[in-house]
């Protein structure tokens, strides 16, 4: 879907790159493009930062930092795609950026990082593009920096990959070689609130559908980082990832991480251990425990004691799903986390689609219980557009064919599911999901959410919808390519039983070890 997303938007942006293309072409015809790219850097910075005063309420802090002449490396912290802006917007000075190759191939954007005669450079190593941000920099400019390398929750790397010490990715030590090799101070800078605003979900990759917010934007320009006495010296690989992690710790300390799309504390604690932890794994709609026992070989290994009730209505046969409310299947997961509880143990809940609307409102009502939670699918917000209508249909028809929810269709012919679902018992479930995504804010235990983005009944946009909702410190969110809605048997079932695995562990007391 994303992909599909990105090629909507790429043609819808080709007739305005085209357009580039020709005005691009004939200012360099006429011998002109200093004088162009000087006069259009400042009129789009301007209006940028007329627009972020707006909507943003944008405040800069600190710009005294910034040397007012002279070479100087400007390091930031790298949250979204408006990092860009509200730093050229709010810098005393002009600046000069680093962009990635693959921007070369990117239409209208590729015209608008050479009109701001920054430079593109190759990722593993690209000698002549960092020679010329050397002699740049040799020659009085600004050039600005993202040691991270790219934005925590783009590309392939999970936000769940920062530093907990920094709530930052490990810093890449290209700032600190070319202000070493150009003989330049390093501005630290932490941009806040542009990962709320517009996160990489909503672009580039486009699974978050909604416009750029008005979350207020924070900048602020740290002391320079003098590395003069460091000019001398043999620059060994341990000084600088040294001085390179100092960068990264001031350039943390500018940034309120609490404006984070997912909001942070710095440092991030680590899971609270305990002597005794057990599992209540909760199945989904339709389905018996057959769809969780993929994990239960996994826990006895582990030597994890679980419980996994057969929720109201199910297990038996479609008709007894008849007169049956999310109610009952939240009584029913109560009662066997609580006989959990009366043995001693503190419990991590996976829950499977419909298993995983109870298990966030297990959190909500038991956060004294429960060490974290699991979704699997979580039916937060199904795919079908006519779900809403289930209520009205209802009173019209008893039963309905259950949707498909695999990929492999060898996996598929295993599947004990029902067949048909009773309509009346649907509409609670559709209910019940509205009124838990309205309450995700009381969250407050850890969380891990998994989602398959080929789930043929749940919109993916679901597991995004809690991972930024919940108030959860610690809350990861990771995504599987393959699977269908039953993840914990279609293709890539083994891949989730590792994952849930090692979230459960990062609750256990170290040497715990007990049998179920």
């Known amino acids: 879907m994303t992909d599909r997303r990105q090629q909507v938007a790429e043609a819808v942006l080709f007739p305005v790159d085209r357009a580039l293309d020709v005005v691009m072409g004939a200012v360099r015809g006429l011998d002109a493009f200093d004088k162009v790219s000087d006069v259009s850097y400042r009129v789009i910075l301007g209006a940028m930062r007329a627009q972020f005063d707006l909507l943003n309420e944008l405040e800069v802090k600190g710009e005294q930092n910034v040397p007012t002449e002279g070479g100087v490396v400007l390091a930031s912290n790298h949250q979204s795609w408006l990092d860009v802006q509200v730093l050229g917007a709010s810098c005393p000075r002009r600046v000069h950026f680093m962009a990635k190759s693959e921007f070369r191939e990117w239409p209208v954007l590729r015209h608008l990082i050479e009109l701001s005669q920054s430079v593109f450079v190759k990722r593993g190593g690209d000698n002549e593009a960092l020679d010329a941000i050397t002699e740049a920099l040799r020659g009085g400019q600004a050039?600005?920096?993202?040691?991270?390398?790219?934005?925590?929750?783009?590309?392939?790397?999970?936000?769940?990959?920062?530093?907990?010490?920094?709530?930052?990715?490990?810093?890449?030590?290209?700032?600190?070689?070319?202000?070493?090799?150009?003989?330049v101070p390093i501005v630290p800078i932490g941009v806040s609130g542009t990962g709320r605003a517009f996160p990489p979900e909503i672009y580039p990759r486009l699974e978050v559908l909604r416009m750029p917010g008005s979350t207020p934007v924070r900048i602020r320009f740290g002391e320079p980082m003098d590395l003069s006495p460091y000019y001398d010296q043999e620059p060994t690989k341990e000084l600088i990832r040294e001085l390179t992690a100092e960068l990264m710790r001031r350039i943390s300390k500018l940034v309120d991480h609490r404006s984070n799309y997912a909001p942070i504390e710095v440092p991030i604690p680590a899971p609270q251990r305990h002597?005794?932890?057990?599992?209540?794994?909760?199945?989904?709609?339709?389905?018996?425990?057959?769809?969780?026992?993929?994990?239960?070989?996994?826990?006895?290994?582990?030597?994890?004691?679980?419980?996994?009730?057969?929720?109201?209505?199910?297990?038996?046969?479609?008709?007894?799903?008849?007169?049956?409310?999310?109610?009952?299947?939240?009584?029913?997961?109560?009662?066997?986390?609580?006989?959990?509880?009366?043995?001693?143990?503190?419990?991590?809940?996976?829950?499977?689609?419909?298993?995983?609307?109870?298990a966030l409102e297990l959190a909500m009502r038991h956060p004294d219980v429960i060490a974290g939670v699991v979704t699997v699918a979580a039916s937060l917000k199904f795919k079908d557009p006519l779900a809403k209508l289930t209520g009205v249909l209802a009173k019209m028809v008893r039963y309905w064919p259950s949707p498909e929810s695999f990929h492999d269709q060898e996996?598929?012919?295993?599947?004990?599911?029902?067949?048909?679902?009773?309509?009346?018992?649907?509409?609670?479930?559709?209910?019940?999901?509205?009124?838990i995504a309205e309450r995700l804010h009381e969250v407050h235990v850890p969380i891990r959410i998994l989602q398959s983005k080929k789930d043929q009944v749940v919109a993916p946009e679901s597991a995004n919808i809690i991972y930024e909702k919940v108030s959860s410190p610690l809350r990861q969110i990771l995504w599987f390519e393959q699977s269908g809605h039953e993840m914990m048997q279609d293709m890539e079932a083994e891949a989730v039983f590792d994952e849930v695995m090692e979230f459960v562990n990062e609750f256990r007391a170290a040497g715990e070890s007990t049998s179920s």
């Open 143 to 183: 050039v600005a920096v993202y040691p991270e390398g790219t934005i925590p929750g783009e590309e392939d790397v999970p936000r769940r990959a920062v530093d907990p010490e920094t709530g930052l990715l490990k810093g890449k030590t290209g700032a600190v070689r070319l202000a070493l090799r150009a003989r």
């Open 275 to 358: 002597d005794k932890l057990a599992v209540l794994l909760l199945h989904g709609f339709t389905s018996s425990t057959d769809t969780v026992d993929g994990l239960l070989p996994y826990l006895e290994k582990a030597g994890i004691p679980y419980e996994r009730p057969v929720l109201r209505g199910h297990g038996t046969r479609y008709q007894d799903m008849r007169g049956v409310t999310a109610q009952h299947w939240y009584v029913d997961a109560d009662r066997a986390l609580l006989k959990l509880w009366n043995q001693g143990y503190h419990v991590v809940v996976v829950g499977l689609s419909m298993g995983g609307l109870i």
């Open 411 to 435: 996996l598929a012919k295993k599947c004990t599911n029902y067949p048909k679902f009773a309509t009346d018992a649907f509409a609670s479930l559709y209910d019940y999901s509205q009124e």
